[in-house]
């Protein structure tokens, strides 16, 4: 296959170079777009008020381009623009910390994959319950290895596939799981701090109650060692509200 290949961790992070030596190993044509600097939990920003500038990142055995935008700046550019030929399939990740549950909505990785998604590719995202891997060798040829399996030309429009793997060896995973994601929202708050000049700030945190996680969701599924595999789609509207709302507006 010919594959788009990016990312929000930048072009030199650990799971994309990962994943970018897996798939060539597995005889795949990988093309990288990526930021060339972090662009964590950006969700879906493209760039409006600025130019795009492209990198070459050349190498010994890795060729990217690096783009000095969000990662759905990189996959619009990409796919329009910097990659000739049509690509079969674009992959995001391997991300530096999981996507699941809500996440899925703040995740430029997940974004990434959701912009192919919408311009009419077959989308995968790819996390790691890890935020700061040293090797992801094993989890990239996991995903790498999974990809014949994956009906691609038999998915719905629109569709993104949406791998995570737990925070162990990929030896001792427990297999794959498909899943629903988490619908429980972070409790967030904000600490307050002061900097060296004394005036103060704000740095955010926030959990997830474990306790309001339902089995049988990625969240869950990822914490007891399970590898999660979740199809999304992007269709927002609610379709059981719209129909107890029209018989009383229409």
């Known amino acids: 296959m010919r594959i788009l290949l990016t990312n929000d961790d930048g072009i030199q992070a650990v799971g994309l170079r990962a994943m970018h030596r897996a798939l060539v190993a597995a005889g795949h044509e990988v093309h990288v777009v990526a930021p060339v600097t972090e662009q ?9 008020s600025a130019p795009l500038r492209v990198k070459e990142f050349r190498e010994a055995d890795f060729f990217g381009l690096g783009v000095t935008g969000t990662p759905a700046d990189c996959v619009k550019l990409g796919l329009s623009t910097l990659v000739k030929d049509r690509p079969d399939m674009v992959v995001s990740g391997i991300n530096a910390g999981p996507n699941v549950g809500v996440d899925i909505l703040y995740s430029g990785t997940v974004s990434a994959a959701t912009e192919g998604a919408l311009m009419g590719y077959a989308s995968l995202a790819v996390s790691m319950d890890d935020f700061k ?118």
């Open 40 to 48: 964590s939990a950006v969700g879906h920003a493209v760039t409006l």
């Open 133 to 250: 891997p040293v090797d992801l060798s094993g989890q990239a040829a996991y995903a790498a290895a999974l990809l014949p399996r994956l009906p691609l030309a038999d998915l719905p429009e629109k569709c993104v596939l949406n791998l995570n793997f737990p925070a162990r060896p990929i030896g001792e995973v427990l297999g794959l799981k498909l899943c629903p994601h988490t619908r429980v929202a972070y409790e967030d708050w904000y600490e307050e701090r002061v900097d060296p000049r004394g005036h103060p700030y704000y740095w955010m945190c926030g959990e997830l109650k474990s306790e309001r996680i339902a089995p049988g969701r990625d969240r869950r599924l990822l914490t007891e060692g399970w590898v999660t595999l979740t199809p999304l789609k992007f269709d927002f509207t609610d379709h059981d509200t719209l129909k107890l709302l029209e018989p009383v507006l229409s």
